[in-house]
């Protein structure tokens, strides 16, 4: 069916765009932690908390060893130059994922691939993400590292090419049956047709029959 939702045990795809209001509920607790004489630095899961460990370990000039989000695996990956692009490959959740980052393509962040690929493209905040619709356990084990609409447009992507390529398949079913009908149709009719025409050849040597039959009586008579 056309409508039926492949996703649909991930429930409705809402296109809000919460980053900005997670990191300012981020910030207001970090302030609240403060006033209260505790710890500003805590991770409470959220995708503002990895992109604030992000810009810290970029702050302090370290090497970024937490690979928790797309933000901060692509900072491990480095500026790319003119004709150099930069390249990184990481393991998440057992899931592989490899980045490039190119001045001039931008950003593509693979995830998994089978030995039967069936890649797609969705365009996000971070850059391309490529997905194979033949491995989508790794996808799966992939979507904390992005944010909610990141996460949105993905989900939204597949959904729209598996209806399409489901809609297309109807049609090529459809056409198929309508030509298969047409062929059994037009045989149909030629069989018809020479059975009237045979029919038709039958009544006529009667009719000439009894002609000639009347034409004999009235000469002999």
């Keep these: 069916m056309i409508g ?16 900005a209001a997670q990191i300012k509920e ?10 209260a004489g505790l710890s500003e630095d805590f991770d409470d899961g959220s995708f503002a908390a990895k992109l604030k460990k992000a810009d810290e370990y970029e702050a302090s000039g370290e090497k970024c060893g937490a690979t928790d989000s797309i933000g901060i695996m692509l900072r491990r990956v480095g500026e790319p130059t003119a004709g150099h692009p930069a390249t990184g490959e990481f393991w998440h959740n057992g899931a592989h ?7 001039i393509y931008g950003n593509t962040i693979t995830i998994g ?11 996000t905040s971070v850059g391309t993400v490529k997905i194979d619709l033949n491995d989508t356990t790794s996808l799966m084990k992939c979507l904390d590292l992005f944010s909610p609409e990141d996460v949105n447009a993905i989900m939204r992507k597949i959904t729209e090419v598996k209806q399409a390529r489901e809609a297309k398949s ?19 009719k030629q069989e018809n047709e020479q059975s009237v025409g045979e ?23």
């Design 4 to 19: 039926n939702n492949p996703f649909g045990g991930y429930g409705h795809i809402d296109m809000t765009n919460r980053t």
């Design 26 to 35: 981020y910030a207001d607790m970090a302030a609240f932690r403060k006033k």
């Design 97 to 103: 994922i490899s980045i490039v980052r190119d001045t």
């Design 113 to 123: 691939g089978s030995a039967s690929p069936d890649w797609i493209h969705v365009s």
């Design 170 to 188: 109807q049609i090529d079913r459809m056409e198929d049956e309508l030509v298969k009908n047409g062929r059994d149709e037009s045989g149909g």
């Design 199 to 221: 029919a038709v050849g039958v009544i006529s040597a009667e009719e000439q029959k009894q002609i000639e039959e009347k034409r004999d009586k009235k000469f002999i008579g």
